[in-house]
């Protein structure tokens, strides 16, 4: 089971200086993702336990399309293990003009982690 989530960075995600995104916005979409398998799954949105895994792999700027996309790969009693990975798949194109943007041929991973959500067993309706 996988979801998928494609979001705009906008100029309020932009933290830092040349309109760099905080990394932080990327474990957002990533427990918006959580949130709907958990739903789907246990028709529960339940709760993230922990991060084993997270990896920062290219920058994320104002403009920017990001598609976050995660998958249950481990049931248990009342934990799920995911995968999430965040790629880069439109960006702006300021050279050219304020409006212009281009779809990326190959998208670009910016960001990849793995964690543990729970449903309380009380909680789960499937």
């Keep these: 089971m996988k979801s998928i989530i494609r979001m705009r960075m906008s100029a309020h995600d932009a933290h830092y200086g040349g309109n760099l995104v905080d990394g932080a916005r990327m474990l957002q979409?990533?427990?918006?993702?959580?949130?709907?398998?958990?739903?789907?799954?246990?028709?529960d949105e339940g709760l993230f336990k922990a991060y084993d895994s997270v990896e920062f792999l290219a920058p994320v700027y104002a403009g920017d399309y990001?598609?976050?996309v995660g998958e249950i790969v481990k049931v248990g009693n009342s934990s799920r293990k995911m995968v999430f990975e965040a790629r880069k798949v439109i960006v702006p194109r300021?050279?050219?003009n304020d409006s212009?943007?281009?779809v990326l041929e190959e998208p670009i991973v910016v960001c990849k982690a793995s964690g543990t959500c729970v449903v309380p067993k009380d909680k789960k309706r499937k």
């Design 29 to 43: 979409l990533f427990g918006d993702v959580a949130t709907e398998l958990l739903i789907i799954n246990d028709g």
């Design 66 to 68: 990001i598609e976050a």
């Design 94 to 96: 300021p050279d050219i």
């Design 100 to 102: 212009a943007c281009d």
